[in-house]
């Protein structure tokens, strides 16, 4: 019985439902077929939206800010939709199966911005540097179909982003030490796609937009996220499936649902006679913060459906341990506020900057850089400050402080430095751009200033995304 049992994962089912086989399911070549996914949507997500704002401004005739908007509207979408896409997986689809149709809505998606910058009825007429004043924006129909082939994508992103590293994390037993490093190992693969993928978008995909046709590269993108599905859908039997234990979004709602209902209730004295029913093994202790929302644990009359042995209803009443989660992402609440500096810091970098580049002297020789693809210096300091770190920094700092690394408060804080080192080299930058546009006059197409220029802001802004990220 002993043996039966070490050859199967205990919190882990196969496809057919049964115990999972450690022999079997799981480990290396199922978490790499999951990877491939995560390649394909940073390969369309990231190469679309680094090159959307010339797009917008040069063929669909949008003013600067409506196009930076259009931008930043469709990457925030994105990161909020794995709200709804981790709310599906937890609570009803399963990860397996909302990576599935999550994928296939972006291979949509990009199939439908593919046509809608092929076909010349989706795009107004072109204007000519002669006739500027008389260039028609984009008309309602015109963007409503690039609204949709952008928000479709938007949603596979959100979807895909909420249960790709999740389940791949599923393919590693965490009570089994050599399957536990291994998940270790993952992670850091993880990083290394996802920043490969970025960086073929960044190159090979914006310059395949300016040289060869958008309506090509986006046709690759779906076709090469078509492949991948086959390729994920190919590991269907030798994939481990993780229970469900409901949604945390479900779950952070109950204890503040309940709490607000007993908050004419008195906390008792004594913490004891507040309800759990957590395993010791796995029990939060009760803490004195944010007592209010310690009255989602006091026990009431007609908490429990029946009677007192069945199950409380989770909205009425929850256990300390609930409730201590809930307690820790309000504690987290302001270290994530600091983030949004970031992502605003960030946003500059898609949009605006691009848009500087596309203005400036980008000729090497006969080759002409896609302005989009300066972003190629924000993934090359993400890899560098990488390899830095742990072959620089780390070391130094274990032997001068006796410590591993910086604790993540000390990462954020330094990633925020370098984000406003960041800001302080886009401000100059523009300060000496539009210097030599007004020196230049109006009528010069392309300033006599290199694109160089931009080089430092891109490469702090990508700095701080490795610190936050270890």
Same mark, same amino acid.
């Given at each position: ?15 057919? &439902? ?85 994928a296939?809505?972006?291979?949509? &998606?990009? &199939? ?23 260039c ?71 310059y ?12 690759i ?70 007592? #209010?929302?310690d ?32 307690k ?10 600091t ?10 970098m ?14 090497? &020789? ?15 300091a ?49 300060k000496?751009? #539009? ?36």
């Open positions: 019985m002993e043996r039966k049992m070490s050859w199967t994962v205990a919190d882990a089912v196969d496809y057919k &439902g049964f115990p999972a086989d450690r022999s079997k399911t799981g480990g290396w070549i199922p978490a790499a077929l999951i990877l491939g996914i995560e390649i394909c949507e940073r390969l369309s997500t990231m190469g679309i939206a680094v090159n959307l704002v010339t797009y917008l401004v040069g063929t669909m005739h949008l003013p600067s800010a409506t196009s930076a908007n259009v931008v930043t509207d469709f990457m925030g979408t994105s990161f909020l939709l794995c709200l709804l896409g981790g709310f599906l997986a937890d609570s009803f689809l399963g990860r397996h199966k909302t990576i599935a149709i999550f296939i809505i972006q291979t949509l &998606g990009t &199939g439908t911005l593919a046509i809608a910058t092929k076909l010349p009825q989706l795009r107004p007429i072109p204007c000519h540097a002669s006739a500027s004043l008389t028609k924006p984009a008309n309602g129909f015109q963007m409503g179909v690039l609204y949709m082939a952008l928000y479709l994508i938007a949603l596979g992103t959100g979807g895909l982003k909420s249960s790709v590293s999740g389940f791949g994390t599923d393919q590693f037993d965490e009570k089994d030490e050599e399957e536990k490093a291994q998940m270790a190992y993952f992670f850091n693969r993880f990083f290394f796609f996802i920043s490969t993928g970025t960086l073929m978008a960044v190159t090979v995909l914006v395949l937009q300016d040289e060869v046709g958008r309506s090509w590269a986006y046709g993108c779906s076709f090469s996220m078509f492949v991948a599905i086959l390729i994920f859908l190919s590991g269907t039997k030798r994939y481990r499936y993780k229970k469900s234990l409901g949604s945390p979004i479900v779950h952070i709602f109950q204890v503040i649902v309940a709490a607000i209902k007993k908050r004419k209730k008195d906390v008792p004295y004594n913490v004891e006679l507040l309800y759990e029913d957590t395993p010791e093994a796995t029990r939060i202790h009760h803490t004195d913060q944010f007592q #209010l929302l009255k989602a644990a006091i026990v009431a009359e007609g908490d429990f459906e029946g009677n007192v042995v069945s199950a409380p209803n989770p909205w009425k009443l929850c256990s300390v341990t609930r409730v201590e989660e809930v820790m992402m309000v504690g987290l609440l302001p270290i994530w506020a983030t949004i500096i970031f992502w605003t810091t960030y946003a500059q898609i949009t605006f900057s691009v848009e500087q580049a596309s203005t400036m002297e980008r000729s090497i &020789g006969r080759f002409q850089i896609p302005a989009g693809s300066l972003t190629v210096f924000f993934v090359a993400i890899l560098i400050t990488l390899a830095v770190y742990d072959r620089l920094i780390m070391p130094f700092w274990k032997k001068w402080k006796g410590k591993p690394g910086f604790t993540n408060l000390q990462r954020i804080a330094i990633g925020l430095v370098l984000s406003t080192f960041g800001m302080a080299a886009a401000a100059l930058a523009e000496k751009r #539009l210097a030599v546009a007004r020196a230049a006059g109006a009528t010069t197409a392309t300033l006599p200033i290199s694109v160089f220029l931009l080089i430092p802001q891109f490469f702090l802004v990508g700095a701080v995304v490795s610190w936050y990220q270890w």
